[in-house]
């Protein structure tokens, strides 16, 4: 995999994390520089929070919130212990770039939790990593032995007066924990299951207590935005959208990878630095943020920028930056099959909608691609996606519909095709010359 650094240099360390992911390496890049700078001129946790608001800095778990609001919504007045939570409980298909921050950068991830804990007023913290990445939970865990016996973490960080404990908490590898309060129950030793909102967990969150949870690529943006300062992380992006961002590339091109591009990059310069399209074939489609983001055909992806305001006005979600990459061999019947099969299998239950909603969409594009597909199936999908939409405790629903209603928007005449004729409008020969890789990716 290649993996490119550019202004905010959260992987700047490269594909050679394994020989300088330490915390004597991170120190020599400037690490811990913006932590002491806090405590050195005694910026308090209302400014720290304003100078995360002026940054412009947004989620970049897939929501895009923005970050120092976020911050902003924990009481300040409120006594009996607040929490702040990392959520690496990457899950998404296509998405992969959380696991090569801690694996190449874990100190940053830990320098920004204990950032935002002091803004928040936070004294403990949980990272919650996706149990399928064990050597990275492992790596984190030593990298906060390391931090911890620095004085980074613990009791009076750095003779600041300050305590902020953090802790590593693995999961079980259920895509529902993704979802931030269904994490929160993980984390409680209960069943993953998303939890009514309101209230909200900055109000009521782990434990009961007040709780801020970020992305593991917000957590590791937050010391170099302190380190850059905010009017230049604003600068480095675009308006709404500041700074640079980690996009996962995976599909049809020469060099899957993570990618850090300012956001506002063209679609098709971040193609060239994948090395373009496998074997030269044309590009047919792409997924912009992650499997539950509607599908964009070439023509519209290729003029579309990357950044959250134009990837939503093309008609997708810029999400968590999974960018899946789909050629002209690809069958978007079967894509589409495969995607239905992941989120029927993941759906934790707890919804009539969803529990049985999704699994009447994978059987029914199942159907489809089998040669046993209806010409009143298309509307049926419609129709199944519609009445899941908005019904549902959590997004899990909508992230099954979406990538339906996206395929058939875009590309109903393949599935037209394979109504009519009981086969793939690609012929077969031409899905072989591709490759089967989204059942490596989901």
């Known amino acids: 995999m290649a993996i490119l650094g550019a202004i905010n240099p959260i992987l700047t360390v490269g594909w050679d994390g394994d020989a300088a992911w330490r915390l004597q390496d991170y120190v020599k890049r400037g690490g811990y520089k913006a932590l002491a700078r806090i405590f050195e001129d005694r910026i308090s946790p209302d400014q720290l929070i304003g100078e ?8 970049r778990g897939g929501a895009g919130f923005p970050t120092g609001l976020k911050w902003s919504f924990m009481p300040k007045d409120f006594k009996d212990g607040k929490y702040i939570v990392c959520n690496t409980d990457e899950g998404e298909p296509g998405t992969f770039k959380d696991r090569d921050i801690l694996r190449c950068n874990p100190h940053a991830v830990i320098e920004g939790m204990v950032i935002a804990a002091y803004a928040v007023g936070a004294a403990r ?16 865990e030593e990298a906060l032995d390391e931090a911890r016996a620095a004085g980074f973490v613990g009791q009076d960080i750095l003779g600041s007066g300050f305590d902020f404990e953090l802790f590593a908490h693995h999961g079980y590898g259920a895509y529902i924990c993704g979802e931030e309060s269904a994490l929160l129950e993980s984390i409680e030793g209960k069943k993953g299951q998303p939890r009514f909102k309101p209230p909200f ?11 801020t949870i970020n992305n593991t690529e917000t957590f590791a943006a937050v010391p170099f935005v302190l ?7 604003l600068e480095a992006g675009k308006p709404n959208n500041a700074g640079t961002k980690l996009f996962s590339v995976s599909g049809h091109v020469n060099r899957p990878g993570n990618y850090e591009i300012p956001l506002g990059t063209p679609f098709a310069t ?3 630095m994948a090395g373009g399209m496998r074997g030269g074939r044309k590009l047919k489609a792409c997924i912009p943020g992650g499997s539950s983001a509607p599908v964009l055909p070439a023509e519209v992806i290729m003029d579309c920028t990357l950044d959250y305001d134009a990837i939503s006005k093309a008609g997708s979600m810029l999400g968590s930056g999974a960018v899946i990459v789909m050629d002209e061999t690809t069958c978007m019947v079967k894509a589409l099959e495969r995607l239905s099969y992941f989120y029927h299998e993941e759906s934790c239950g707890q919804c009539t909608p969803c529990r049985e909603g999704t699994g009447w969409l994978y059987g029914i594009v199942h159907r489809i691609e089998h040669g046993a597909g209806r ?3 298309l509307d049926l999908l419609r129709g199944i996606t519609a009445n899941i939409m908005g019904r549902t405790v959590c997004a899990l629903g909508d992230a099954a519909s979406m990538p339906v209603q996206g395929f058939l928007k875009h590309f109903r005449d393949e599935f037209e095709y394979h109504v009519e004729n009981g086969k793939c409008l690609v012929p077969p020969e031409v899905q072989r010359a591709g490759s089967t890789f989204f059942k490596a990716t989901v």
Not at 201 to 211: C, E, F, I, M, R
Not at 227 to 233: D, F, H
């Open 125 to 140: 913290g949980y990272n919650y990593i996706h149990g399928e990445i064990w050597d990275m939970y492992k790596r984190f």
């Open 227 to 233: 380190n850059m300062g905010a009017e230049a992380y």
């Open 375 to 377: 010409p009143e199936d």
């Open 270 to 272: 971040l193609l060239e």
């Open 52 to 59: 995360i608001k002026k940054s412009g800095l947004r989620g």
């Open 201 to 211: 967990p900055a109000s009521v969150g782990l434990y009961g207590k007040p709780t």
